[in-house]
């Protein structure tokens, strides 16, 4: 399915304004040069012989024009911002990295501010807010801000959220078992064939965790083997140096880190509830806004959760499916 995504620059005007205001100032510069003693100064020299000095300052003005153009772009053209229907996200600079900004679930409310000059010339502030008024980003000089402002609410109305079915009690999703929005694995790192740690098992609680991401999100449950039976997660705890639940957790971000990285981890929640007498992990995975891939053993692979598996897309398939899913 496609996502279409908004980019926000400022408004064209005001990187006209910026070159105005730069060209203004460099002609008072330029007056105060010309009419100062530089120029007999610059006259008396051996300089002089070879270049002249009107022909030295058209070569400045040139030069300092194209400084004076290209920065007021850069200043304008950055920082981009990019609404997606599940985040902000954020460009600062050219050699900067795209990251995301605000995310769908915090927005609460949404403000235009324009001064005259502003709603004469199309442009305004956005300010972005999330509980209790907080301001979560503030967009200066866009452009169209209040077609803007529209489209952020309607990504409020749509806040990135887990699939329906996720809301039923985790005994009814267990006992349904696996499929497109729901995963188990019976431990993080104890392996009971070997009855040992066995670190090689955060690959498959990582991969699926990464479909869940490229895909519409689910719940994976550690402590539940793959026949619906709750084993609980104290043999994992009690493999720890410090054993408890903070430590399982602990464990469990050094490994997403590795094999995902710690950007990816705001769509991801632990939390630890008690069925039956044990107790569970249940990890629930929003979509993310970027493709996630899971790193293991030198490779990079791009997973995508189809049917009740999570399975890796060849190249071809992942880059249309990126195209499409993340535009």
């Not at 910026?18 to 020299?45: D, H, K, P």
């Not at 850069?74 to 981009?80: F, K, N, R, T």
């Not at 104890?190 to 498959?204: F, G, I, M, S, T």
């Amino acid at each position: 399915m496609s996502h279409p995504f908004t980019i926000i620059r400022q408004s064209p005007f005001i990187f006209a304004l910026r070159v105005a205001i730069a060209e203004f100032i460099f002609s008072i510069i330029l007056i105060f040069v010309a009419a100062s003693a530089m120029v007999q100064l610059y006259e008396a020299t051996e300089i002089a012989r070879v270049v002249s000095f009107p022909l030295l300052l058209a070569l400045m003005i040139t030069f300092l024009q194209v400084v004076i153009v290209f920065a007021a772009f850069i200043s304008w053209y950055y920082p981009v911002h990019r609404l997606t229907p599940t985040a902000i996200l954020l460009r600062s600079g050219p050699f900067a990295q795209e990251h995301t900004l605000i995310d769908a679930a915090e927005i609460d409310h949404v403000e235009v501010r324009q001064s005259w000059l502003g709603r004469r010339f199309g442009y305004g502030t956005l300010l972005v807010e999330g509980r209790n008024g907080q301001l979560l980003a503030k967009l200066k000089n866009v452009h169209d801000p209040q077609a803007l402002a529209e489209q952020v609410r309607g990504i409020m109305q749509e806040k990135t959220k887990l699939p329906d079915i996720l809301d039923s009690p985790l005994p009814a999703l267990i006992a349904a078992g696996e499929g497109e929005f729901v995963e188990f694995k019976a431990s993080l790192m104890w392996d009971y064939r070997k009855q040992a740690v066995n670190k090689e098992l955060h690959e498959p609680v990582m991969k699926n965790l990464v479909g869940f991401m490229n895909a519409r999100g689910g719940l994976l449950l550690i402590g539940v083997n793959d026949g619906g039976e709750i084993v609980g997660i104290d043999p994992d705890i009690q493999t720890l140096r410090k054993p408890g639940l903070d430590g399982f957790e602990n464990v469990f971000n050094m490994a997403f880190g590795k094999m995902i990285g710690m950007e990816y981890r705001p769509f991801v929640t632990l939390a630890f509830p008690q069925i039956e007498d044990k107790i569970v992990c249940a990890i629930s995975v929003r979509p993310s806004t970027h493709p996630a891939y899971l790193h293991h053993q030198g490779k990079e692979e791009f997973y995508l959760r189809t049917g009740n598996s999570s399975n890796a897309l060849s190249v071809s398939s992942a880059v249309q499916y990126i195209r499409s899913r993340f535009g």
